[in-house]
């Protein structure tokens, strides 16, 4: 969790606190309240000097003592569990539901807490169980738990599971769709490896019907139509993956490919990659047609391509590309196309970072003297091995 972030949690927890606070000693009515009150203005300075575990230390010494209000232990429980110590965080929702006169959205909050400590913890089977009777019992837990329920059954990668739970979430939250496709695509990729392609048509179907921008999607149905050898559909179902996500279309080239070669049509392989390179100039893309060009023309026509694309678009897996080529070929380059590597390292070299903050890792191109991310002096150093970053 990013720093930032961090912060403004705990400042959120930290008023949540004092409101407690302050209907505490409203309802108890006690003369000597400045003690609380010290401890907490206390924390919430450290929290805003950004001390933050000295500042959780005295919001936990601060609400201890106000054993009797499910509340405050609450606030209590889940900032132990923030600390890591889980095991203290599920003693104090444990003695909580052991009390005997609980109120019912009280129960279900402790639960929920509980179930929480039981994920924190790893005792996913304890959470899973506390959930499913959760959801039974209660329906006002329902968007909680099935949310929990989701996050267990993706960690133990049960997608059935959790395609179900998803699948009754999406009733009440629709941010869940990317998850759901995704678990439907695992399903269906497992029903592909077992050669059941009627049954990974049933499983993308309900994929599309959860995310219709999956780009997944379409990937595998178009896996599953090669293995069905419906080569056309397999050629469109990768131009939907390309018109979805341009940055996957290094996945589709050889399932595209397969299709062309089933269907005797190189010329319409070389259209596509030609496409796919105004899309998305990657260095599988542009890989790929250098093998198109060297079987179709000579390896010299190949190896100007990927200097003319390197010069364009500047990449480390592209020089790597040429340079294995060379290798391959054992040929000596040209006074003009090593002019243009030597131009596209030193893009390649401008790129990169030369001082880098010993401290917090801040880097940039000058040197200065104070860091301006952590403010150390003298921390931002040169790099010496640049090709490591």
């Not at 179907?205 to 090669?226: F, T």
């Not at 979805?244 to 269907?263: F, I, K, M």
């Not at 070389?270 to 599988?284: E, I």
């Not at 060297?294 to 592209?318: H, M, T, Y």
Request: aromatic residues 6%.
């Amino acid at each position: 969790m990013p720093e930032n972030f961090a912060l403004y949690l705990l400042l959120v927890v930290a008023l949540g606190i004092g409101y407690l606070l302050g209907r505490w000693e409203r309802t108890r009515r006690r003369t000597p309240t400045a003690s609380i009150g010290r401890d907490y203005f206390r924390g919430l300075n450290r929290l805003l000097n950004e001390r933050q575990d000295q500042a959780i230390d005295t919001f936990i010494e601060a609400i201890a003592s106000d054993s009797d209000t499910v509340d405050t232990q609450l606030v209590l429980g889940s900032l132990v569990r923030r600390r890591g110590e889980v095991d203290q965080a599920i003693h104090i929702h444990q003695n909580l539901l052991a009390r005997p006169a609980l109120s019912a959205s009280h129960r279900t909050q402790i639960e929920l807490e509980l179930a929480r400590d039981y994920m924190a913890a790893g005792l996913l089977d304890r959470a899973e169980n506390l959930l499913l009777e959760l959801l039974e019992s209660d329906t006002g837990a329902k968007h909680a738990g099935l949310e929990m329920l989701v996050e267990i059954y993706q960690r133990e990668s049960d997608w059935a599971r959790a395609a179900e739970m998803g699948q009754r979430l999406m009733r009440h939250d629709k941010s869940v769709r990317r998850k759901l496709a995704h678990f439907q695509c695992e399903l269906a990729q497992a029903a592909l490896a077992e050669g059941d392609l009627r049954l990974a048509r049933e499983l993308l179907a309900k994929g599309a019907d959860a995310d219709p921008s999956c780009a997944r999607v379409n990937l595998i149905a178009a896996q599953v139509e090669l293995a069905a050898k419906r080569y056309r559909e397999v050629k469109r179902r990768l131009k939907q993956v390309r018109a979805q996500d341009p940055e996957l279309v290094g996945e589709t080239l050889d399932l595209y490919r397969q299709a062309c070669a089933g269907q005797a049509d190189e010329a319409d392989y070389r259209k596509y990659l030609n496409a796919c390179l105004a899309d998305a100039p990657l260095p599988r893309v542009v890989e790929a047609l250098a093998d198109h060009l060297e079987r179709e023309q000579d390896a010299q026509k190949a190896r100007r391509f990927v200097i003319d694309q390197l010069s364009c678009l500047p990449s480390l897996g592209g020089f790597v590309m040429l340079l294995d080529r060379l290798q391959r070929d054992e040929e000596a380059l040209q006074m003009e196309e090593l002019a243009s590597l030597r131009r596209c390292a030193q893009s390649l070299l401008s790129e990169q970072s030369s001082y880098r903050c010993n401290e917090c890792g801040y880097s940039g191109h000058s040197l200065l003297w104070m860091c301006p991310s952590c403010r150390n002096w003298g921390s931002v150093k040169p790099i010496v091995n640049r090709a490591a970053d």
